[in-house]
């Protein structure tokens, strides 16, 4: 039962006997009800969410009926709503908004949600139920959809231990509950080192090259802080600062540049080294040689091999790509006097570059990409060209902060789909980076429609200036609009398969895919228009910015490489290999060993703030981008072409592959798409990699 502890005040008392979570939202789409949702609601909502789910379950292993799809798989299924409830807002507001008491909640918390799904997991008799099914599952007359579902359970089960024996299971246990708190605390590390390497300046003069906006944005960062009369840079969550291209003073991009790379060493370095030896020793438990096995056996790559394989083959090319970036970036710094190009360089000169070669000036570019137009007439229009969505804003419908916007979004037909929470702008509440979450998944079985969530990092404006976007910024507007597309589109029967329910190697594609329609020239004439006179931007400029966009394809593929390896190197690990005592003598050695140590170009992310992989669930998974890109390559090729529109090609895409989330094989939806199974020659010829 629920524990009850006693706020400060009889209005805390009082909110915990209507618990918002203890019941289904009676909002449109059960939209939770964030209006009366307080911080103080949470933690006896996950105490009781998961009692709940452990009761439930237990009356399923205790059924005295024998299993039945139903009364097993299904009942599972429909189990934990509270839970479910619960923690699609909390981990949303730990991520979007977070809080000290949200953060020591998360640290509290994560130990006992892993030792719950291991309760349930490691239920014998439960285990032995679905076993039984299994085992039956070709003559039980299952749809095929239910059929995938005991399935999917069912390996669920097994690669979570079920088969193990005691002594076995009470170490995983163990295991499990050690690294969602190493988790957490990886997470906090980053928040606060990001926070503590924010560089400040004294004046505006050393901010020479910096648009003005970004001067701006620099002084109100400052203000926030309480160090009014500076201006202050904070760290964005990869290695390679955006300012780092227009900053005229060598010593302060230096500055900045060390300042993101060496943030959270000293914290997340040994705790990173402590959860490779973990998952190494939980890989062995299981019988996977290392934590790459373990993860990749289950992913649409298959096997580790395959993985080495694919990066491996990318390596030479790209580093041989960057190497002539490098050798025209060193001749351009060389006339301002500098005799090696370092890695704080390279973006400034990059940017001059190619400036001069497709007299391109990106920061100009600027005030024709409007936030507000960008995502009603880009993202929005995109989405109305291909699939024929409409959408509304609902400003009568609350969300978690301010700054979430929601937007109805109806088909093509007018019915109502789902609901679009656009939360674009960062905060110091606010991790970095972009991503989609989904407060609602979608489940015929359930009843429910989706919510989806997209957030973005985007500087605030100065009051009562438009916020105008950065080229790479609109590319993560549509990217991150991708996978809200893959929720929103979900039309599946259970909630295990929803929209983004699918392998770490695929969930990327559908994203990736939607980037197409920033550069398709009927969608960027729409959007890209000056915010003062509505002219549109050039279309000359369009074209030389088109050819520019392959430009620094080896700085971006190495990037991205190197930390895909370091990754990798991390989880290659095996149980028996000794405790890693330096993070970064590791990272120095595991990146020369891969043939991938570029000097002048750092890993997106190094190991002290490497999220994705020490805290967000892709260990041995950041791989999956560039994997994904193989199908995405391709199926920009295809997308409104060999006869068909692109109202036609985005209704296919949709029915065979959107919809289906996890419910079906993602190759097979795939080969449905394609005709064919996936080929790696777009992917090459777009990265430059033949
Ligand atoms: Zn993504």
Not at 267 to 280: D, F, I, S, V, Y
Request: hydrophobic share 45%.
């Amino acid at each position: 039962m629920t524990v009850f502890r006693q706020g400060p005040g009889a209005r805390n008392v009082a909110a915990m006997s209507d618990n918002p979570f203890f019941s289904p939202s009676t909002l449109e789409y059960e939209l939770p009800p964030f209006a009366e949702i307080r911080e103080e609601h949470y933690r006896p909502a996950f105490e009781r969410g998961m009692a709940d789910q452990l009761a439930e379950t237990a009356a399923i292993a205790a059924n005295s009926e024998p299993p039945t799809f139903d009364n097993t798989v299904v009942a599972l299924e429909r189990s934990g709503a509270v839970l479910r409830r619960v923690s699609a807002v909390f981990f949303n507001q730990d991520s979007s908004d977070t809080t000290p008491g949200v953060q020591e909640l998360d640290a509290e918390i994560s130990p006992l949600l892993a030792a719950h799904a291991d309760a349930i997991h490691l239920d014998a008799a439960l285990f032995a139920r679905l076993d039984t099914l299994h085992e039956a599952r070709h003559g039980l007359g299952l749809d095929p959809e239910s059929l995938r579902l005991l399935e999917r359970r069912h390996t669920a089960f097994v690669r979570a231990g079920a088969r193990l024996d005691a002594d076995g299971q009470r170490r995983l246990r163990e295991i499990n509950a050690e690294l969602a708190a190493d988790s957490a605390a990886f997470r906090r590390n980053t928040h606060a080192a990001s926070l503590a390497g924010a560089v400040a300046v004294d004046s505006a003069d050393a901010l020479d090259g910096l648009p003005g906006a970004a001067v701006a944005a620099a002084a109100e960062n400052a203000r926030a802080l309480g160090q009014d009369g500076r201006w202050v840079l904070s760290l964005k969550n990869f290695s390679n600062q955006t300012e780092l291209a227009s900053l005229t003073d060598r010593s302060l991009r230096e500055r900045l540049l060390t300042a993101s790379l060496r943030r959270g060493l000293d914290t997340n370095g040994p705790l990173a080294a402590k959860m490779a030896a973990l998952r190494a020793e939980r890989a062995a438990l299981l019988g996977h040689p290392t934590h790459a096995s373990y993860v990749v056996a289950d992913e649409t790559a298959g096997t580790a091999g395959a993985v080495s394989a694919m990066l491996g083959r990318l390596v030479a090319p790209a580093v041989a790509n960057a190497e002539r970036e490098a050798a025209d970036l060193a001749a351009a710094a060389a006339a301002d006097g500098i005799d090696e190009l370092a890695a704080h360089d390279w973006a400034f000169y990059a940017e001059k570059v190619r400036a001069e070669r497709y007299e391109v000036d990106t920061a100009a570019l600027r005030p024709y990409f409007e936030l507000e137009r960008v995502l009603r007439d880009g993202v929005f229009f995109a989405a109305g060209l291909a699939y024929g969505l409409s959408f509304t804003e609902r400003p009568d419908l609350t969300a978690y902060h301010p700054d979430a916007r929601v937007f109805e979004v109806f088909d093509a037909d007018g019915s109502a789909l789902g609901l679009f929470i656009g939360d674009f702008h960062a905060r110091e509440s606010k991790r970095g980076g972009a991503w989609m979450n989904e407060l609602v998944a979608q489940s015929r079985l359930l009843g429910t429609r989706p919510v989806v969530v997209n957030n973005l990092n985007i500087a605030h404006p100065a009051p009562g200036e438009p916020a105008l976007l950065s080229w790479d910024e609109v590319r993560t507007l549509f990217h991150e609009f991708g996978h809200a597309l893959h929720g929103l589109f979900s039309d599946v029967e259970y909630p295990s398969f929803a929209g983004t329910e699918v392998p770490r190697d695929f969930v990327e594609f559908p994203s990736q895919v939607n980037e197409m329609w920033m550069t398709r020239p009927e969608v960027l004439a729409n959007y890209a228009r000056h915010h003062e006179s509505g002219e549109p931007l050039d279309p000359a400029v369009v074209r030389r910015m088109l050819a520019a966009e392959n430009y620094g394809q080896g700085f971006r593929t190495v990037e991205y490489l190197s930390a895909a390896l370091l990754d990798w190197a991390w989880h290659s690990r095996t149980a028996a290999d000794p405790l890693v005592e330096d993070a970064e003598a590791f990272e120095a050695r595991a990146l020369a060993e891969a043939g991938i140590a570029v000097a002048a170009v750092p890993p997106r992310y190094r190991t002290g703030y490497f999220n994705h992989v020490f805290s967000n669930g892709y260990s041995a998974g950041y791989y999956a981008y560039i994997w994904s890109e193989v199908l995405d390559a391709e199926t920009v090729e295809w997308f409104g072409t060999g006869g068909r529109g692109v109202r036609e090609s985005g209704q296919l895409f949709r029915e065979r592959l959107l919809s289906r989330g996890g419910s079906r094989d993602a190759l097979e939806c795939v080969r449905d798409v394609l005709g064919r199974g996936p080929e790696i020659g777009p992917l090459l010829a777009r990265r430059g990699l033949e």
